[in-house]
């Protein structure tokens, strides 16, 4: 039995039920759209010419504009630019705790 072609065996059923599932296919979507988000945030606050650390009292609470896409919060920071590294820290915490669990799981699995 060849190894590629039995992975290959293995994963197309895999592959073509989850196509056939639209939620799932939604959620892979958005998942990938918040990871590049996350990935590109230090390039998109750099082109937009933000620092999402940067306090300015007089720009309290501005609504969404050309300058702050999507506002500014009570201390006069931007918004979007929190938004963005804060997708960071989330993804990375998550992929940890998956990590970690799994570590786990298999741990237990294997003394059983």
Known sequence: ???????????????????????????????????FAALAAPLVVAALGLDPAATDLALRFQPPSAAHLLGTDELGRDVLARLLFGARVSLAVGFAAALATAIIGTAIGLAA
Do not use: C, K, T
């Open 1 to 35: 039995m060849n190894a590629p072609s039995s992975i290959a065996a293995l994963w197309f059923p895999v592959a073509r039920r989850f196509a056939r599932h639209h939620a799932a296919i939604a959620g892979a979507a958005v998942l990938a759209v918040l990871i």
